[in-house]
């Protein structure tokens, strides 16, 4: 899939950091350093950029909110969340493979911004080939001297983490950069960032024991006991925007996309379209002409939705903008624009199914709600969609999607209930017609983190099939329960 679109991925990836400066790259890092980190705030603020991870967050007003909660004890750090756990999404990767430079320079900008010392990027163990690329890029980058900051040097560090889902969700990620498992906390990582500033190239990827729980640590400047500095936690695209922003200012970066979200976006594409992909698309294209790029729908097939990973409402209308507001305004939202589509020749029943047991799998269970309800709707779903149902699952669907998200700690409860519910909402007769075996018995789909796409379509962690859904079964469970700290 290609578009004429090169922000951030180059038509030819920069192989070393020169290539990278011959296309005017560092430019912003230089610029950067003439001025007062406010200003750089400022900038990235009247830019409008939007935080690729997920939840779409203003980027200028999360480095803001960092900067404001500066201690004078701990310098604050940075954190690239390079995790990239969502099923169907492989952006962050390419992007790190292709252009690995844009994500550090971002880093080194967002790390004068918010006054930080210290850079970590939190990616998986099992992404060695992004692990190589990114060493690399570093040692590159710290012989051309961009980690001596007029006011003082910045370390750069990968860290390789587990592969769960919960890992990409970025207090469970200050979690496990402080040597635990990823079980999410409470308080947001402006308030209670990572205590453990890794400053070799560690791999706590299972955990380790000689940290304090992080129950114990409190905010950098109570004079409490162990002190937590403010974490700045931006997705990889998120950081890779920044440079052009700072060089070529944010009217540059508003020329494309439209005024509530600006710029380009790396849509990675999945399910039953001709060519699978990623490619860089302006913000605003309506999602038939996305289709249209990866080659349309495969044999001849009518295509009758898409999924947006596992955390967005289902969508039926393909003529909706990929925007933010216009996702919000259909009852969706663009997450990290991974869409799977889907054709008439799939069984519904059996992409929920999936779903349930990728998010039930998934929970960390200290919502109970979230995992015990969702392990129940995903038993149930699958039973009904192997036609081995009876009419107390379907309650049991029903019933269960109304309390799954209850006391939810983190979005994934809530993701439960929205996603397997609006799949079941768009296709009401799903369940009674497996009900009834109207429908061919089926397995449900395989829904987990993707490992790669190719000309034949997208591969997953199969893993999850198999999986045991108890995380007591780790070997390494956290000696104390995350952060409760409001
Ligand atoms: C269950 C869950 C999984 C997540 N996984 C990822 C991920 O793999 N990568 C990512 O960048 N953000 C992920 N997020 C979003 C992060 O928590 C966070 O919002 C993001 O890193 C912030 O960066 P941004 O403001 O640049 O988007 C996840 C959130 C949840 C609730
Ligand atoms: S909502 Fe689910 S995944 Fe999130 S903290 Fe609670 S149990 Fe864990």
Known sequence: MTTDHHRLLPPIPYATLADYLADNGGVALLEARSVEPDVLIDVVEASGLRGRGGAGFPTGL?????????SDLLAANVVVNAAEGEPGTVKDRTLLQLNPYAVLEGALIAARAVRANDITIATKAS???????????IDEIRAAGWLDDPDGTVSIAVVEGPDRYLFGEETAMLEVLDGRQPMPRVAPPYRHGSVEVVTDQVAPASGHDSFEGAADVVMAGTGAGHEAPPTLANNVET???VPGIIALGPQWFRQIGTADSPGTVLATVTGDVHHPGVCEIPLGLPLEELVALAGGPVRGTRLVGVLGGVSNTFLTDLSTPISYEAMRDAGSGLGSVSFRFVSEEMDPLALAAGVS???????????TPCKLDGLEIAHALDRLCRNRGTATDVTTVSVRLGTVAEGARCGLGRQHETVVGSILDAFPEAMDQHLRHERAATEP?????????????????QSIVTAEPAWSGLQTGPA????ATA
């Open 62 to 70: 999360k480095w803001r909110t960092v900067a404001k909660f500066e």
């Open 480 to 483: 104390n329960p995350p952060a």
């Open 127 to 137: 992404f060695t080939d992004t692990i190589r690329r990114l060493h690399s890029a």
């Open 357 to 367: 047991r990728f998010l039930a799998v998934e929970s960390c269970g200290q919502c």
């Open 239 to 241: 950081l890779a925007n």
């Open 445 to 461: 789909t395989v829904i987990a983190a993707t490992a790669y796409i190719d000309d034949e379509g997208e591969r997953v962690d």
